[in-house]
């Protein structure tokens, strides 16, 4: 055996796993992402994105009002608000991507210690740019329900 073999790692056991299941992960995300289904689901996205720019807002309601809503009686709230057009109005308390890089703003569901908010899914991304925290802003969406936050999706800024 000479110096050069010595030196050269040796690949164990669970690193060939380990591989093999970033490789399998990363196969199956490609087809994930080009199926058939999958555009589907984005026509449909924007169908509904379009029917909620047209629609007239069924219930018009402050942030504050919705978060505690929620956070008093979320079986009622979601009774009440769970797949409506709503018109929020509020301030502005976070801006961000999410985990798929889709904009969202924050509102402020009442005073600094509120464990529920209103975040919504912000449909232009030049839109969510051009705020700044603390601005009063009013925007339409559906709300899907609660995940930490009301979550209000497809919303344009008014």
Same mark, same amino acid.
């Given at each position: 055996?000479?110096? *050069?073999?010595? %030196?050269?790692?040796?690949?164990?056991?669970?690193?060939?796993?380990?591989?093999?299941?970033?490789?399998? /992960?990363? @196969?199956?995300? @490609? /087809?994930?992402?080009?199926?058939?289904?999958?555009?589907? =689901?984005?026509? +449909?996205?924007? &169908?509904?994105?379009?029917?909620?720019?047209?629609?007239?807002?069924?219930?018009?309601?402050?942030? #504050? =009002?919705?978060?505690? +809503?929620?956070?008093?009686?979320?079986?009622?709230?979601?009774?009440?608000?769970?797949?409506? #057009?709503?018109?929020?109005?509020?301030?502005?308390?976070?801006?961000?991507?999410?985990?798929?890089?889709?904009?969202? #703003?924050? !509102? $402020?569901?009442?005073?600094? /210690? $509120?464990?529920?908010?209103? %975040?919504?899914?912000? &449909? *232009? =991304?030049?839109?969510?740019?051009? !705020?700044?925290?603390? +601005? &009063?802003?009013?925007? %339409?969406?559906?709300? $899907?329900?609660?995940?930490? *936050?009301?979550?209000?999706?497809?919303?344009?800024?008014?």
């Amino acid at each position: 055996m000479n110096q *050069n073999d010595a %030196q050269k790692p040796k690949w164990k056991t669970w690193q060939k796993i380990l591989l093999g299941c970033i490789v399998g /992960f990363i @196969v199956l995300m @490609v /087809f994930a992402v080009n199926s058939p289904d999958n555009s589907a =689901k984005l026509s +449909d996205q924007t &169908k509904s994105t379009k029917k909620t720019e047209s629609e007239t807002p069924e219930i018009t309601v402050t942030a #504050i =009002k919705l978060a505690t +809503d929620y956070e008093s009686n979320e079986i009622a709230a979601q009774k009440q608000y769970q797949g409506k #057009i709503v018109l929020v109005s509020g301030t502005v308390d976070d801006i961000g991507l999410d985990i798929l890089n889709k904009p969202y #703003i924050v !509102l $402020s569901g009442g005073n600094e /210690f $509120s464990l529920v908010n209103v %975040q919504c899914m912000i &449909k *232009n =991304k030049d839109e969510a740019a051009n !705020l700044a925290k603390g +601005d &009063k802003v009013s925007v %339409q969406g559906k709300v $899907s329900g609660k995940m930490m *936050n009301v979550l209000i999706e497809h919303c344009i800024l008014k």
